[in-house]
């Protein structure tokens, strides 16, 4: 079971972590004005990165409650996510939509990922026992 907090180590801080999920996704999920892009991360938690601009939402109080909903709603449902980077890019006319309608659409959006864009399973490392050749 995944905490459900959002803690530093659940999100993307660094360019870095942000231009590998933009230049290799593994899964792409769009919607309703947004973009959702996933990557393996061989991780055993999930983590958020947020891309919402000012040419995509006008106004820093609808970007800062967007933010809000993104992350709360990630919080929520982390646990069928573990495994992804992933990253949320907002398009025009996100900032008009109501919150009951952007919190019903996330959770469709995570399921989406979650059931068409499993990561991939970890790799055994068991070691193979080799016998020693005595000559």
């Known amino acids: 079971m995944v905490s459900q907090d959002f803690s ?3 999100r993307l801080l660094t360019p870095r972590h942000f231009k590998a999920v933009f230049d290799s996704p593994t899964g792409k999920v769009p919607g309703k004005n947004l973009l959702l892009l996933a990557r393996n991360n061989d991780l055993d938690h999930p983590r958020l990165g947020l891309v919402i601009g000012k040419k995509s939402v006008k106004l820093s109080v609808e970007r800062n409650r967007l933010k809000r909903l ?5 919080r929520l449902h982390q646990d069928t996510l573990v495994g992804w980077d992933i990253v949320i890019v907002a398009r025009k006319g996100l900032g008009d939509v109501e919150n009951p309608e ?7 959006l995570w399921k989406r990922l979650a059931r068409t864009h ?3 399973p970890a790799v055994s490392t ?8 005595d000559a």
């Open 8 to 10: 530093r180590e659940k």
């Open 70 to 74: 993104m992350r709360e709603s990630f």
């Open 118 to 120: 499993k990561p991939a």
């Open 126 to 133: 068991e070691t193979v026992g080799v016998d020693s050749l």
């Open 102 to 108: 952007l919190i019903q659409h996330f959770g469709k």
